[in-house]
T-cell receptor, first 116, second 114 residues
Framework: AQSVTQPDIHITVSEGASLELRCNYSYGATPYLFWYVQSPGQGLQLLLKYFSGDTLVQGIKGFEAEFKRSHSSFNLRKPSVHWSDAAEYFCAVGRPRSGGSYIPTFGRGTSLIVHP | DGGITQSPKYLFRKEGQNVTLSCEQNLNHDAMYWYRQDPGQGLRLIYYSQIVNDFQKGDIAEGYSVSREKKESFPLTVTSAQKNPTAFYLC?????????????FGQGTRLTVV
């Protein structure tokens, strides 16, 4: 079963519009949650992370995400999208495995397209 | 500058050949990971290592092998047993697997079977 679900394969927004990318996870315990961004042919860059505490997390490049335990969600938001935000976005969870370890487990990604 | 270096960036392999992808980190991280990325499938875990001389299979380990003889290095060998090896391979590292920390990624190696 999918551990991390990103229900939107593609999202298209106009430059200057607001953005929300959805992410749901399937672990019961308070997970470690991450959002990464990937430009074509590149590695992944961390946008933000949540381990505990304040459920609204601020990240780089003007992004924020909100952890909602009741919805098992960690949606990524940005109030005004720039053309340079066009990229692939991945939600990840620290998935518990044997021996008390937590391994980053990724969703399938959401491709963001920005129209001028 | 600290970081993760993957080499080569592009790699071509003939069917039936083994090939090794390099991953080196100078972040002094204990944990290292290999992921495979295919379009529309996100990142899937191949192998991970929590400490030197130890490694664990991930979700898609068949047809792959790894070693962790040094803290800084975690090479991945794609063997001829891997049925569909053409993909983008990403190496990552983190301080540990039992601590609250994010993973840092290399720039990836694109492997093409010709």
């Amino acid at each position: 079963a999918q551990s991390v679900t990103q229900p939107d394969i593609h999202i298209t927004v106009s430059e200057g519009a607001s953005l929300e990318l959805r992410c749901n996870y399937s672990y019961g315990a308070t997970p470690y949650l991450f959002w990464y961004v990937q430009s074509p042919g590149q590695g992944l860059q961390l946008l933000l992370k949540y381990f505990s505490g304040d459920t609204l997390v601020q990240g780089i490049k003007g992004f924020e995400a909100e952890f909602k335990r009741s919805h098992s969600s960690f949606n990524l938001r940005k109030p005004s999208v720039h053309w340079s935000d066009a990229a692939e976005y991945f939600c990840a969870v620290g998935r518990p495995r044997s021996g008390g370890s937590y391994i980053p487990t990724f969703g399938r990604g959401t491709s963001l397209i920005v129209h001028p | 500058d600290g970081g993760i270096t993957q080499s080569p960036k592009y790699l071509f392999r003939k069917e039936g050949q083994n090939v090794t992808l390099s991953c080196e980190q100078n972040l002094n991280h204990d944990a290292m990971y290999w992921y495979r990325q295919d379009p529309g499938q996100g990142l899937r875990l191949i192998y991970y290592s929590q400490i030197v001389n130890d490694f664990q299979k991930g979700d898609i380990a068949e047809g792959y092998s790894v070693s962790r003889e040094k803290k800084e290095s975690f090479p991945l060998t794609v063997t001829s047993a891997q049925k569909n090896p053409t993909a983008f391979y990403l190496c990552a590292s983190s301080m540990g697997t039992g601590v609250k920390t994010e993973a840092f990624f290399g720039q990836g190696t694109r492997l093409t079977v010709v």
